[in-house]
């Protein structure tokens, strides 16, 4: 599975956009893009995938380059609450996850 | 939906005792079921991949018979720790994947296993 590249750690202010751009520049054709977080002392909780277009549910939105890579992240209106270490994550279908560092987001009151 | 429930959220224990640890999906079947160690401000890393009614595999470096896996059922996976020693002190997490989803992964809450 591809590798991914993130920033170790981002601040953003409450209430404006958090961005956290994820680098997979040797991601494959079939391969998904993945975003998780992980709030401290807790199992990761899912966010939102994507293979190549633009998605959005109720916690984020996803951006996916044309080239697809790479991606951001895009939490609209941050909170205390979204503080967290998020994982940009890219499979195939293998099945097995391979977390890379990830960024480290703290929202600043 | 899709809640795994991961048991006991802490244990403490002596020194060559075996802990076992639990990971349930409470809303959906999974097939697959992974678990992973974290260390304090390190990322997770995958342990070993849990396959209903077949033995687990293992990432390399993991000792098979510290760590034993058993995936008896489509909701319930065991990670035992057998013999457990200071060094085996960390966060374990498990995850479930259903089958029908494109391959997400939901987590449980972790368990922080202290050996004394």
């Known amino acids: 599975d591809a590798k991914t590249t993130q920033p170790p750690s981002m601040d953003c202010a409450e209430g404006r956009a958090a961005n956290l751009p994820c680098n997979h520049s040797?991601?494959?054709?079939?391969?998904?893009v993945y975003w998780y977080r992980q709030i401290h002392s807790q199992g990761p909780q899912y966010i939102i995938h994507?293979?190549?277009n633009n998605e959005t549910n109720e916690m984020a939105s996803l951006i996916i380059t044309e080239d697809r890579k790479s991606s951001t992240l895009i939490l609209p209106h941050a909170t205390l609450r979204d503080t967290a270490v998020y994982y940009c994550?890219?499979?195939?279908?293998?099945?097995?996850?391979?977390f890379g560092t990830g960024t480290r987001l703290k929202v600043l009151a | 939906g899709a809640v795994v429930s991961q048991h006991p959220s802490r244990v403490i224990c002596k020194s060559g005792t075996s802990v076992k640890i639990e990971c349930r999906s409470l809303?959906?079947?999974?097939?697959?079921m992974f678990w992973y160690r974290q260390f304090p401000k390190k990322s997770l890393m995958l342990m070993a991949t849990?396959?209903?009614?077949?033995?687990?595999?293992?990432e390399q470096g993991v000792e098979k018979d510290k760590f034993l896996i058993n995936h008896a059922s489509l909701t319930l996976s065991t990670l035992t720790v057998t013999s457990a020693h200071p060094e085996d002190s960390s966060f374990y997490i498990c995850?479930?994947?259903?089958?029908?989803?494109?391959?997400?992964?939901?987590f449980g809450a972790g368990t922080r296993l202290s050996v004394l």
């Open positions: 994507g293979l190549k």
């Open positions: 849990s396959n209903e009614g077949s033995k687990a595999t293992y």
């Open positions: 809303d959906f079947q999974a097939t697959t």
């Open positions: 994550i890219v499979n195939s279908g293998t099945y097995k996850y391979i």
């Open positions: 040797t991601i494959s054709g079939n391969e998904y």
């Open positions: 995850s479930a994947r259903p089958g029908r989803a494109k391959n997400i992964q939901y």
